[in-house]
């Protein structure tokens, strides 16, 4: 018999106290979830739905739920990041997540993805449904709004680091389900705009 948990308790109230950089990171992740279930190839009617809904809902609640620990605003958050998880199980993960799997880096897994995310989301869009482009135009704003920059500090990523991201993603199953393909060219160039420290070569 498998070890998987049979039911979920989501209560919002159990983030009132949780502090702000462990709830940015992780509210940060989920939204790359929802993301990526918009831009893996493996999508479909039913994931969309649970992916918008999620991002949405981020969108409109996270700012009010992290900044303001208001009760209702947390509690949204905390389904819709189950919502992401659900869609994103089905539909597999993406470009984000690709690099993201490297090993030895350390930098919380969260807050890695909420600075690549805009990178990703940006060479993405010209491969994605409309209506998941105007979501995704969304995202600047939150960030502004939860202040929270989307990008590596400078200095904080450079060097190895690069290469690991880099290295990880080459022929991940993550990579190839991304909608846009992407050259290990690309995955630099998005690291260099999401803050890293990219050598002029790479």
């Known amino acids: 018999m498998g070890s998987e948990p049979r039911v979920a308790l989501l209560d919002g109230q159990l983030l009132v106290s949780s502090p702000r950089q462990p709830m940015l990171d992780a509210g940060l992740d989920a939204v790359t979830h929802a993301c990526e279930a918009l831009w893996a190839r493996n999508r479909c009617l039913i994931t969309d739905a649970l992916a918008e809904k999620a991002l949405e809902t981020f969108l409109d609640r996270f700012p009010t739920a992290i900044n303001d620990r208001d009760p209702e605003a947390l509690q949204d958050i905390i389904e819709a990041s189950s919502a992401a998880n659900l869609a994103c199980g089905n539909t597999g993960l993406a470009l984000c997540h ?3 799997t490297a090993p ?7 807050y890695v993805n909420g600075c690549i995310l805009q990178a990703v989301a940006t060479f993405n869009r010209p491969r994605m449904d409309e209506r998941h482009q105007k979501l995704i135009d969304r ?7 939860i202040q929270c920059s989307g990008k590596f500090k400078e200095g904080e990523c450079g060097g190895k680091n690069v290469e690991l991201f880099v290295n990880a993603s080459r022929d991940h199953p993550f990579r190839k389900n991304n909608v846009r393909e992407s050259s290990d060219a690309d995955c630099y160039d998005l690291l260099r705009q999401s803050g890293a420290t990219v050598a002029a070569a790479a």
């Open 98 to 100: 690709a690099m993201n």
């Open 104 to 110: 030895d880096v350390p930098l919380a897994h969260g």
């Open 139 to 145: 995202l600047p704003k939150m960030y502004e709004e």
